[in-house]
């Protein structure tokens, strides 16, 4: 597995499948297989929680795999936006159904 995974987030060919306001069961599970597939679902449910920016005097930390549950403050926030794009991205109308996609990947979720 690559250490720097910077695949797109992942769109559901099939629209009825987005989430709509109606199908929450359904998009949990979409979701879900998505996220815990690439080993970032933590993201979404608040286990892998940020850490503290670095000090600037500090050396850069080592990179860490995609799964890490201790990435680096750098790699938590493209992890995190990764996550919350995934997420955003299989939302027919995230205006129209009043979801908060302004905070992480946890905010988003929750406000589903």
């Known amino acids: 597995m690559s250490l720097n995974n ?11 499948k987005h989430f709509n306001g ?3 069961t359904a998009f949990e599970s ?8 690439r080993g970032v679902d933590g993201y979404r ?12 005097s500090d ?6 795999d995609w799964s890490s549950d201790t990435p680096s403050y750098a790699e938590w926030l493209r992890r995190d936006q990764w996550v919350r794009s995934t997420m955003a991205l299989n939302i027919t109308d995230i205006v129209e159904l009043d ?3 302004k905070g992480t990947a946890q ?4 406000s589903i």
């Open 59 to 64: 050396p850069s930390p080592a990179a860490t």
């Open 107 to 110: 905010v988003l979720w929750n």
């Open 99 to 101: 979801i908060n996609d």
């Open 30 to 37: 979409m979701i879900s297989h998505i996220l815990v597939g």
């Open 45 to 56: 449910t608040g286990l892998i929680p940020c850490p503290s920016p670095p000090n600037p």
């Open 22 to 24: 109606t199908n929450l």
């Open 6 to 16: 910077n695949s797109n987030a992942l769109v559901h060919p099939d629209i009825s």
